[in-house]
């Protein structure tokens, strides 16, 4: 079921009074806001709910971050890519890590919507790309 109009604003007006300076989530504001509707249930609550879930899940894409490595990353390297994560994308980011030897070597790195593919698999499938017609 798709929102109106008036539902869509409501929620991102909402969504916006449960954000802190840097644009990161005030998970107990956002927790009063749902308390809230589910206690007084306005009318059109369940979509104004739908909406801020929405809107929630959007805004923790944006601040994930999924390293995929060959071989595990010894604690250097993570802080590394840490540190350079957190520089882009600001202090509280979500970070996973997982290993992949498909990869062969090198990394791939999510950055919300971004993805940056520094992998020997990614090099060689450019590689593989460029030789078709």
Do not use: W
Not at 18 to 32: F, T, V, Y
Not at 62 to 91: F, I, N, P
């Amino acid at each position: 079921m798709r929102a109106n109009k008036r539902t869509r604003k409501d929620a991102r007006l909402l969504f916006r009074h449960c954000l802190e300076a840097d644009g990161a989530i005030d998970d107990a504001k956002l927790r009063l806001v749902v308390k809230y509707l589910a206690d007084k249930k306005p009318r059109g609550y369940l979509s104004l709910l739908t909406q801020l879930q929405r809107l929630t899940r959007l805004a923790l894409a944006e601040r994930t971050v999924h390293v995929e490595s060959a071989v595990a990353l010894d604690a250097a390297q993570e802080a590394a890519v840490q540190a350079a994560a957190k520089a882009q994308l600001g202090d509280k980011i979500v970070f996973h890590k997982s290993i992949n030897p498909e990869l062969l070597g090198g990394l791939r790195v999510s950055m919300g919507y971004s993805v940056y593919d520094g992998s020997v698999r990614g090099r060689l499938d450019q590689l593989q790309e460029s030789f078709r017609f």
